[in-house]
C-alpha cells in the first residue's frame, strides 16, 4: 500500500519560515519524481516544486528564490523549505510521487495546510 505523509504545516506571519516533510512508504522511492503541489481556496492546484530522481528541480516563478526542494532516498522523504512566506502562499500543499519509469503509477498525500497571516 503506497502512502504519503506530509507534516510540517502550519500558521505563520509574512515573512516566516516552513518545512514541509512527506515521507513516502510502499514504493520503490529512488525511481520516483517528487513534487510539491498546492491549492488555494477557489483556484486550481498548481506545481509548486518538482525533483526528479536524479536530482534536477524545478520551481514555479513565484516560489522561486524562497522555496527549495530535497530528497532524502535513504530516508524516503522529500521536503519542501519556504522562506520568506507570503499571505498569497497561503494553500494546502499535497506531494506527489510519480513514477519515473510508468506515469500511471501517480500518487498524492493527503496534504497540509499553511496559512501565512498576521
Known amino acids: 500500500q503506497v502512502q504519503l505523509v506530509e507534516s510540517g504545516g502550519g500558521l505563520v506571519q509574512p515573512g516566516g519560515s516552513l518545512r514541509l516533510s512527506c515521507a513516502a512508504s510502499g514504493i520503490i522511492f529512488s525511481i520516483y519524481h517528487m513534487s510539491w503541489y498546492r491549492q488555494a481556496p477557489g483556484k486550481q492546484r498548481e506545481l509548486v516544486a518538482a525533483i526528479t530522481r536524479g536530482g534536477s528541480t524545478n520551481y514555479v516563478d513565484s516560489v522561486k528564490g524562497r522555496f527549495t526542494i530535497s530528497r532524502d532516498n535513504a530516508q524516503n522523504t522529500v521536503s519542501l523549505q519556504m522562506n520568506s512566506l507570503k499571505p498569497e502562499d497561503t494553500a494546502v500543499y499535497y506531494c506527489?510521487?510519480?513514477?519515473?519509469?510508468?506515469?500511471?503509477?501517480?500518487?498524492w498525500g493527503q496534504g497540509t495546510q499553511v496559512t501565512i497571516s498576521s
Open positions: 506527489n510521487a510519480r513514477s519515473a519509469f510508468d506515469g500511471s503509477r501517480n500518487y
